[in-house]
C-alpha cells in the first residue's frame, strides 16, 4: 500500500513539474504563468536577438500570448519574421531597437497594447502606424525627434504617449483620423510652439499632457473645445491673458511653474467657466487683479502656492462658490482677514510658509473645513475663538511657529480631529487644550519646551496611536498615557527622562514602536517590566546611569542587573536591593542576622525598607533620620533595645519593635505609622504606662500582635506581670492615683458645703450679726 502511495506521489510529482516546464521547453530565457490553468503571461530577459523567440510561438503550440513582455534588452531591430506565427495581445519591451522591418508586425496586427521603451529609433517606425487594431502605443523613453504622419489614422487608438524623448516638431497633421484618441501624452521632450491644427482633428480628445517642455506660447493649445484636461506646467509661458479664445469644456489646467510673473484680469473669461481645478504654482507671481476669477464659478481646486503673493484682496474668492480646496503655501502673506467668508464649501486650506502672526477671523463660519495647515508661519497665541466655528476640522497643522501659549479649550470644538500637530513651537504646557478631542489619533509635538506632562491631558483623547514627544525638556511625565488604550508609537526621544514606568501606559499594553534615545536613562529596578516585553522595545534605551551600566543597552542587562543595588552598599554588610514602586522606586536594605552592634553608617539615600531584625542593637542607637526621607518601613525585632530614644522619619508607616527589652513606649505617636508590633518586650505596667495604654485602646487595629503585648516581669505590680496591657483598667495600672483623686475629690466636697453653709447663714441673720458685732465693739457707728 505504502509503495503505491509513493508511487502516485512520484507520478503527480513529475506531471507537475514537467508540465509546468514545458511551457517553454526550449527557450532559456523565457519564463511563463499560468492563470486559471490558461497561458497569461511571457516575461523574457537578455535577449539579443529577437530571432531567440523564432521557436516560443512552435513550443507553445501556436497558442495566443496574452502579454509577452522583454525586459531587458539587447536586441537592435525586428525582422521581418521575428513573430512569425505569433498572436499576441500585449507586447512590452525595452529593447535599443534602431529599426522595425515594414512587414514585422504584419503577424501581430491584432496587437492591443504596444510599448517600446528606450528606442533608439528618431521616428515612429512605419510598421507601427500599420497596427490598426492598437489600441495603446507608447515609445517612451526614447531618440525620438519629430513626428509625422506615422501615427494617423489609427482610429482605434485611445492613448498614445511619447513621453520623455527628443521631439522638436510635430506635424499639424500629425493626430488626423485619430477619431478615437482620448490621451496624448507628450511630456519631457524639446517642443517650443505647436501648430493650431494640432490637436483639432481628435474630436474625443480629453486629456493633453505637455508638462517639462519649452513652449512659449499657448497657441495651438486650446482650440480644440472637447479637451477636459491640459498639463502645460514647466514651460516657458510668459503670458496665458490671450490663451482662451475659445469656448472650451475644459476642467483641469495645470499652467504651474511658469515664469507668468503677471495675470490679466480677463484672462480667465467666460470661455473657461467649466474649470473646476487650476495650477497656479511657481508661475513668480507678486499681485492678482481682484476680478481674475470671476467667471471661474466651478472652480473646486486652486493652487496659488510657492510665488511672491503678500497681498489678497478680500473680494477675489467671492465668486467661487463651489471652491474646496486652495493652496496659498509659500508666498509672503501676512493678513488674510475674512478673505473666505463666502467659500463655506471650502474643505482644505493651506497657509504653510507665509507671514501670518493671527488666525483672527480666518477660518470664521467655514463649517465644512477639514484641513488646514498654518505651518512655518509667526503664530504665538492659539485663541479659543480661532477655531470655534470649524467643528469639521480632522487634520490641523500648526507646526514651526512660535506659539508660547495654548488658551484652555482652544480645540474643545474640534471633535472630529484626528491630527494635530504642533512641532517646533515653544510651548510649555497644553493647558488642558484637548479636554474634548475624543477623535485624535496622531499628536506631533516635537521640539518644544515642555518639562513634564499632566497626567489628565490625554485623557479625553483614547484614540490616540502616535505621539511624538521627541527633543523636549521633559523630566516628568506623570502616567500621562495611562488611558491611552490604542496607543502604538511613542517618541520621547532627546528629553532629560530618567525612567519610564509600567503605570504609564495603559492596560492592555499595545505598543509597538518606542523611541527614547537621547534620555539619562536611570537603569534601575523600574525598567523590570520593560524587560519582560517586546525587546524591539529596549533597543532605543541606552543607560545613563549607575556608572557601572553606562553606555549600555537595556536589552543587554537582566533582572539581577536592574535589582542589585550597589551605591553606597559596595562594602556594605547588608543586601541592597532596587524595588520598583509604581512612578517611583526605592531601595530595601537587609541587614538581618547580621550579629550587628550598630547600624551602618553608611545607607543608601533612597532607603525605603530597612531590617535589622535579629541582630545585637542596643542603646544608644545611631539612625540619621535626616537622610532616610524615603524610610516607609523599619524592623528591628530581636534586638536588644531598652528604649526608643531616636526620632523617626515623618513617612514612617511600619514599626516593628517586638523582642526587644523596652519597659517604656514613645513619649509621641507617630500619626503615619500604621503598623505596629510591641509584643515580647517587658512593659512596665504602673502610672506612667497609663499613656501606653490609651495609645493601645485607641490604635488597636494598627497594632498586628495586640494580643500578645503583655506587661513585663518588672516593676512593683507582681499580679500585674503577664497580663494583655490592652485588657487593663487605669484603676489596675495605677490605684494610689485613683485614691489621692479620692481624697481630694472629698477634700474639694467639704469645703465646697462650708462655704456654701456659711453664705446661706450669712444672707438669713446678716443683721442679727452686724447688731452683735456693733455691740461687741467691732463695728463702730457711721459718722454723719
Known amino acids: 500500500m505504502s509503495c503505491k502511495i509513493i508511487y502516485l506521489f512520484l507520478s503527480f510529482h513529475v506531471l507537475f513539474v514537467h508540465g509546468k516546464q514545458s511551457l517553454c521547453p526550449n527557450i532559456e530565457k523565457c519564463e511563463c504563468s499560468e492563470s486559471n490553468k490558461k497561458l497569461s503571461q511571457v516575461d523574457c530577459k537578455g535577449i539579443n536577438n529577437m530571432a531567440e523567440l523564432k521557436n516560443l510561438s512552435k513550443d507553445l503550440e501556436f497558442m495566443q500570448i496574452p502579454v509577452l513582455k522583454i525586459h531587458p534588452c539587447n536586441a ?8 512569425a506565427n505569433f498572436s499576441i495581445k500585449f507586447f512590452s519591451s525595452s529593447c535599443p531597437f534602431s529599426n522595425i522591418d515594414v512587414n514585422s508586425l504584419k503577424q501581430i496586427d491584432s496587437l492591443k497594447e504596444l510599448k517600446l521603451l528606450t528606442t533608439e529609433f528618431t521616428e515612429i517606425p512605419t510598421a507601427v502606424g500599420r497596427l490598426a487594431d492598437l489600441k495603446i ?5 526614447g531618440k525620438l525627434t519629430h513626428v509625422n504622419m506615422e501615427v494617423q489614422n489609427m482610429t482605434r487608438l485611445r492613448e498614445l504617449s511619447l513621453k ?25 521632450n524639446n ?8 490637436f483639432e482633428e481628435s474630436r474625443n480628445l480629453k486629456k493633453v499632457l505637455l508638462q517639462v517642455n519649452k513652449l512659449n506660447s499657448t497657441k495651438g493649445i486650446f482650440k480644440n473645445s472637447n479637451i477636459q484636461e491640459i498639463n502645460i506646467r514647466d514651460n516657458r509661458l510668459k503670458s496665458i491673458n490671450d490663451a482662451f479664445k475659445f469656448d472650451l469644456e475644459l476642467e483641469i489646467l495645470d499652467l504651474g511653474k511658469n515664469p507668468l510673473k503677471q495675470i490679466g484680469p480677463k484672462a480667465f473669461n467666460s470661455n473657461v467657466r467649466q474649470l ?5 504654482d511657481q508661475c513668480e507671481l507678486f499681485s492678482l487683479p481682484s476680478m481674475v476669477f470671476q467667471y471661474l464659478t466651478k472652480l473646486e481646486k486652486l493652487d496659488l502656492s510657492h510665488n511672491k503673493l503678500e497681498t489678497i484682496s478680500p473680494e477675489i474668492f467671492q465668486g467661487l462658490r463651489n471652491l474646496r480646496e486652495i493652496n496659498l503655501s509659500d508666498n509672503e502673506i501676512r493678513i488674510l482677514g475674512d478673505l473666505f467668508t463666502k467659500n463655506s464649501r471650502l474643505e482644505r486650506i493651506d497657509l504653510s510658509d507665509n507671514l ?23 503664530l504665538e497665541n492659539i485663541k479659543k475663538s480661532d477655531f470655534l466655528t470649524t467643528p469639521s476640522i480632522t487634520n490641523l497643522i500648526l507646526s514651526k511657529n512660535n506659539i508660547s501659549k495654548i488658551e484652555s479649550g482652544s480645540f474643545s470644538y474640534l471633535e472630529q480631529l484626528t491630527n494635530l500637530s504642533l512641532s517646533f513651537n515653544r510651548l510649555m504646557s497644553l493647558n488642558n487644550s484637548l479636554k474634548n478631542a475624543p477623535e485624535l489619533e496622531i499628536l506631533l509635538l516635537k521640539n518644544n519646551q515642555f518639562t513634564e506632562i499632566g497626567k489628565n491631558e490625554f485623557s479625553n483623547s483614547p484614540k490616540l496611536k502616535r505621539i511624538n514627544l521627541g527633543y523636549n525638556s521633559l523630566t516628568d511625565i506623570h502616567g500621562a498615557f495611562r488611558n491611552l488604550i490604542s496607543l502604538e508609537t511613542l517618541t520621547i526621544s532627546q528629553n532629560r527622562l530618567t525612567t519610564l514606568t509600567r503605570s504609564t501606559f495603559s492596560e492592555p499594553f499595545k505598543l509597538k514602536v518606542l523611541y527614547a534615545s537621547g534620555n539619562r536613562w536611570k537603569c534601575d529596578c523600574r525598567f523590570l517590566w520593560l524587560l519582560n516585553s517586546s525587546p524591539n522595545l529596549q533597543h532605543h534605551f541606552w543607560c545613563y546611569s549607575p556608572p557601572r551600566f553606562n553606555k549600555k543597552v537595556l536589552s543587554q542587562l537582566n533582572a539581577l542587573d536592574l535589582t542589585r543595588w550597589t551605591d553606597t552598599c559596595e562594602n556594605s554588610p547588608c543586601k ?5 514602586r509604581e512612578e517611583k522606586f526605592f531601595v530595601r536594605v537587609d541587614c538581618s542576622n547580621r550579629n550587628l552592634t550598630e547600624v551602618p553608617s553608611k545607607l543608601p539615600p533612597e532607603v525605603g525598607e530597612l531590617y535589622l ?20 518601613y523599619l524592623d528591628v525585632e530581636r534586638n536588644n533595645l531598652s528604649n526608643v530614644d531616636f526620632y523617626l522619619p515623618k513617612g514612617l508607616e511600619t514599626f516593628k519593635l517586638a523582642s526587644n527589652n523596652l519597659t517604656r513606649f514613645l513619649s509621641y505617636f507617630p500619626p503615619s505609622i500604621s503598623t505596629w508590633t510591641l509584643s515580647n518586650n517587658p512593659w512596665i505596667c504602673d502610672c506612667d504606662a497609663i499613656q501606653f495604654l490609651k495609645f493601645l485602646k485607641s490604635e488597636s487595629n494598627k497594632v498586628v500582635d495586640i494580643n500578645a503585648t503583655r506587661c513585663g516581669k518588672i516593676g512593683k505590680k507582681i499580679e500585674l506581670y503577664g497580663k494583655l496591657i490592652n485588657e487593663l483598667t487605669e484603676y489596675e495600672l495605677c490605684p494610689e492615683r485613683l485614691r489621692l483623686y479620692i481624697f481630694l475629690g472629698v477634700s474639694l466636697a467639704m469645703t465646697t458645703l462650708t462655704a456654701i453653709s456659711v453664705h446661706i447663714v450669712y444672707t438669713r441673720y446678716r443683721y442679727h450679726l452686724k447688731v452683735w458685732l456693733y455691740s461687741r465693739g467691732f463695728i463702730g457707728s457711721r459718722k454723719r
Open 613 to 632: 531584625q535579629n541582630n545585637l542593637l542596643t542603646n544608644p542607637i545611631n539612625l540619621n533620620i535626616h537622610s532616610l526621607t524615603y524610610l516607609r
Open 164 to 188: 520623455n524623448n527628443k521631439i522638436t516638431q510635430i506635424s499639424e497633421k500629425a493626430f488626423h483620423g485619430n477619431s478615437n484618441l482620448k490621451i496624448i501624452d507628450l511630456s519631457e
Open 76 to 83: 537592435k531591430s525586428i525582422s521581418s519574421n521575428s513573430f
Open 356 to 378: 501670518i502672526k493671527s488666525c483672527d477671523s480666518i477660518f470664521y463660519g467655514l463649517q465644512n473645513l477639514k484641513s488646514i495647515d498654518l505651518s512655518d508661519n509667526q
Open 191 to 198: 517642443l517650443m510652439r505647436l501648430s493650431p491644427e494640432t
Open 276 to 280: 473646476k481645478t487650476l495650477i497656479l
Open 576 to 580: 541592597c536591593s532596587c524595588i520598583p
Open 137 to 141: 502605443l507608447y515609445v517612451n523613453d
